[in-house]
């Protein structure tokens, strides 16, 4: 099983960027997927989280209204949409496989830099 994460880098406060993660492996089609990040000197933290089938399960308080979390089963994919960026969501972002509490089951990607300047 491979998850492989992109999309991150820098954008100006206020912008939009979208991560994208890519997974291999036969996990994809019956497991939960999230996306945590860690901001430099803090601990990795759950950002959002999707069910297989029945949408989003789960976003932190921080990134309501802001973030979108998707996954297209056909291409075997995960996506956060992320707009109306702030200097707060600086962070390595991840994907990973969750349980249904949004919690990491033991997957993860490589991680993919977002850098929001002020």
């Known amino acids: 099983v491979q998850l492989q994460a992109s999309g991150g880098g820098l954008v100006q406060a206020g912008g939009s960027l979208t991560l994208s993660c890519a997974i291999s492996?036969?996990?994809?089609?019956?497991?939960?997927m999230g996306w945590y990040r860690q901001a430099p000197g803090k601990e990795r933290e759950a950002v959002s989280c999707i069910s297989s089938t029945d949408g989003p399960t789960y976003y932190a308080d921080s990134v309501k209204g802001r973030f979108t979390i998707s996954r297209d089963n056909a291409e075997a994919t995960v996506s956060l949409q992320m707009n109306s960026l702030k200097a707060e969501d600086t962070a390595v972002y991840y994907c990973?496989?969750?349980?249904?509490?949004?919690?990491?089951?033991?997957?993860w990607g490589q991680g993919t830099e977002v850098t929001v300047s002020s």
């Open positions: 492996g036969s996990i994809f089609s019956f497991g939960d």
């Open positions: 990973a496989t969750v349980y249904t509490s949004c919690q990491p089951s033991g997957y």
